[in-house]
């Protein structure tokens, strides 16, 4: 049989450029291997080195250097490989769930997290458009602060503080950003000393966040008035939104809020928590690879905000 017939992963050098030839190039960037490559597409690895030389001919570029059984991308590489393997991973994943539409479940993801305040005021008024983005999908969310147990049912985990023991991919989505905040009508017009003279609200939790925030602050627990108690942030937003108190919080679950000008950050108050927000897509989920499709939407997701939270600065 002609080599260049093998199953069918071959593409032809008169027509425009394949996807085939593009992701053969993805998978061996993201292996570095092509040797490593070829086993997880499923093909040789002449056909694989075959799409790697029609793609630098067209190019007119080196993709790839390679040494030994180890391949490194040239900047070039890196350069294309960036901009084309998310879109790709996209493109795949949609023609394949349009192809197994009635799977049992395959329309629908269950997300569990620790992160309660977060799913209210960010994630869950923004599932319309991932449930647009994937066809309709249902996303059921379970909240909860107990470490998840491998007989637990559930498709992806959102946490800050809990540890995934079974296999899984990670992502890094949202580095904690810490501001104290109040109405407008309490925090304008006012600096720092406004803390000397307005209670701060107390999430019970979250006891880490006050005294991290103090620290970052250079402050002590004696230059502040306590102020009531609430077990979440998402009972403390009501109470900061309406009177005459400020709360210390993260910035991305009330971001929503300050550009509705029903909350203001007190000016100076922005400090890091040294926390981090992290989703994982557990390899034993029914539908991995719309897991993975959620956390790479959520990750995009919150760089989008971070970056308003940038700009509004």
Not at 187 to 208: M, N, S
Not at 264 to 291: T, W
Request: with cysteine; hydrophobic share 40%; aromatic share 6%.
């Amino acid at each position: 049989m002609d080599e260049r017939a093998d199953r069918g992963e071959v593409l032809d050098e008169e027509k425009d450029l394949s996807l085939n030839a593009v992701r053969a190039f993805v998978q061996v960037a993201r292996d570095n291997s092509v040797t490593r490559a070829s086993k997880t597409l499923g093909i040789t690895q002449s056909s694989v080195s075959r799409h790697l030389a029609v793609l630098e001919e067209y190019f007119g570029a080196k993709l790839l250097e390679r040494h030994g059984r180890q391949s490194q991308l040239t900047d070039f590489g890196r350069l294309f490989a960036g901009a084309v393997a998310e879109p790709l991973d996209t493109i795949f994943f949609t023609a394949k769930r349009m192809r197994r539409r009635d799977g049992k479940d395959a329309n629908r993801l269950v997300v569990r997290t620790s992160l309660s305040t977060f799913a209210y005021t960010l994630l869950i008024p923004n599932l319309r458009d991932f449930s647009k983005e994937m066809g309709g999908v249902t996303v059921d969310i379970i909240s909860t602060l107990s470490a998840p147990a491998s007989t637990d049912s559930f498709d992806v985990l959102l946490t800050r503080d809990l540890t995934l023991t079974e296999p899984g991919d990670r992502w890094d989505f949202y580095d904690e950003q810490l501001v104290c905040v109040g109405a407008p009508d309490c925090v304008a017009g006012r600096g720092l000393e406004a803390l000397r003279t307005t209670p701060v609200i107390a999430v019970t939790a979250r006891p880490d966040i006050l005294p991290t925030w103090l620290r970052g602050m250079d402050l002590k627990t004696t230059d502040i008035i306590s102020g009531a108690r609430y077990d979440h942030h998402y009972l403390a937003l009501p109470a900061v939104t309406t009177g005459q108190t400020l709360l210390v919080t993260p910035h991305i679950i009330v971001a929503d809020l300050i550009r509705q000008r029903l909350l203001e950050v007190l000016p100076g108050s922005r400090a890091p928590s040294g926390m981090q927000y992290r989703a994982y897509a557990v390899d034993r989920s029914g539908n991995p690879d719309l897991a993975r499709a959620f956390c790479r939407w959520l990750l995009r997701l919150c760089r989008k905000k971070t970056e308003e939270e940038s700009t509004a600065k």
